[in-house]
């Protein structure tokens, strides 16, 4: 399986992904096209359900009663309305360390993610997911991943109607959700608004300082054991990091978090 981003998505999707997480065969899109101008906020809505609901099917669900998904409601059940949108979460228990988010509001997050992130990092990785899917990133990634899929069949393209994918189809398409990447300004918008969340919902927002900490501590090979690079395709982490304290300071939010490490046991709270 080829590496992605996130976002994360954080952080659309904020990392990787790795072979654990089953997006299934990639084949040849042999649906219809749709050009860039019909492409609409409810095509987007439509692709993106299927694709995630595929991937629920296909990869390990935590259950209602699992610790990962009772610490997930505890720091987001207030949030499944957020800025306008309807969010839906879950938890993945794969190895892969991350999370996205899709045009219809739903939010995946990795177990190995929430292993290592504190609920304070957790609330900020998450607000950068929900940031991506109010900014309508996340439509311009499904667009872009749907176009590309659609021009191999060339004959196809001229349809304005988004084609009904089958299984194979949306195990693609789920992969191309996972393999989309965001802009460099699409990032930054993102964790602006993460820090705006963290803020507006009187959260600690040096939370967002040290989930990037970490973030960077993961790139290094010397810290990679167990996991795999992230943010690979991301501005830099320890850059994102930095320009969060300056804000916090700005704001008078900032209290030193001492020396971000990452953890050697899992975290449950």
């Given at each position: ?10 952080l659309g999707t904020i990392g990787f992904m790795n ?113 991506h899917v109010k900014n309508e990133d996340t439509k ?60 507006a919902n009187g959260y600690n927002v040096v939370g ?62």
């Open positions: 399986m080829k590496k992605t981003i996130f976002s994360l998505v954080l072979a654990q997480l089953n997006l299934g065969n990639i084949t040849k899109a042999a649906g219809k096209g749709v050009s860039a101008l019909t492409f609409t906020n409810a095509d987007a809505v439509k692709l993106s359900k299927e694709s995630v609901d595929w991937m629920d099917k296909n990869n390990p669900v935590a259950g209602p009663k699992d610790p990962y998904t009772v610490r997930l409601n505890k720091l987001f059940a207030k949030h499944k309305s957020q800025d306008g949108l309807n969010l839906n979460y879950k938890v993945y228990k794969v190895k892969d360390i991350n999370a996205f988010a899709c045009a219809d509001g739903s939010v995946r997050v990795f177990s190995s993610l929430m292993d290592i992130m504190t609920n304070d990092e957790l609330l900020a990785v998450i607000g950068h997911e929900i940031g311009d990634a499904i667009k872009s991943a749907y176009l590309k899929a659609a021009a191999l069949d060339a004959a196809s393209a001229s349809s304005k109607t988004v084609a009904t994918l089958n299984d194979s189809q949306l195990g693609q398409m789920a992969n191309a959700i996972m393999d989309a990447s965001h802009s460099k300004k699409q990032e930054s918008e993102a964790d602006t608004y993460s820090y705006d969340f963290m803020k967002a300082y040290t989930a990037f900490k970490k973030l960077a501590l993961l790139s290094e090979g010397s810290q990679q054991s167990g996991f795999q690079k992230m943010f690979n395709s991301h501005p830099d982490s320890a850059k994102r990091a930095e320009a969060i304290k300056k804000r916090a300071e700005k704001d008078g939010l900032w209290k030193d978090p001492g020396t971000v490490t990452l953890p050697t046991a899992k975290l449950t709270k």
